[in-house]
């Protein structure tokens, strides 16, 4: 019940057009916690859609996003690397509290690991860098 969305966005560009764009597309924004995100080093942020029980996690990224094109209902888009989705997934559970709120983002990296050719070398290797990388040997183990 939720859309996750990467964001090639710098901390002073977040609060003029990352916050204009996100109450665009009808998103309870709060700008604060875009700020305590950046702080954070997670750098992700959810928010509620305001007419629907859906969620959108915004993952905020300073570096050149690695993506593949794509079509969704036929209109162009892009979409993340399975392999970087599952580090800013595993991110997102190291972020987590209460831990059981992470449950569905662990179902989300088995599947992604369970339906796609991913390199997973190249995955440990940026969790070992992340300090991920013992909730992806957990997952991997359940």
């Known amino acids: 019940m939720d859309v996750d969305i990467v964001v090639k966005v ?4 977040a609060q ?3 916050v204009s764009a996100l109450k665009k597309a009808r998103l309870q924004v709060n700008g ?3 700020d305590a995100a950046f702080k ?16 959108v996690d915004i993952v905020l990224s300073s570096k050149k996003l690695e993506k593949k094109a794509g079509t969704i209902l036929g ?13 800013a997934k595993l991110r997102m559970i190291k972020a987590t509290i209460p831990r059981e709120r ?7 990296v088995k599947a992604i690991l369970k339906f796609t050719k991913v390199d997973m070398n190249t995955i440990k290797r940026w969790a070992r860098r ?7 040997e957990t997952i991997l183990l359940k």
């Not at 979409?79 to 599952?86: A, R, S, V």
């Not at 992470?102 to 989300?108: P, S, V």
């Not at 992340?130 to 992806?136: D, V, W």
């Open 130 to 136: 992340n300090s991920t990388l013992s909730i992806l």
């Open 16 to 18: 003029t057009r990352l």
């Open 75 to 87: 209109l162009p888009t892009f979409y993340q690397t399975p392999e970087e989705l599952i580090l």
């Open 102 to 108: 992470a449950l569905k983002d662990e179902d989300d």
């Open 32 to 34: 604060e916690r875009i």
């Open 10 to 13: 710098a901390r002073e560009e």
């Open 40 to 55: 954070s080093g997670f750098r992700i942020v959810t928010f509620m859609d305001s007419k629907s029980p859906f969620t």
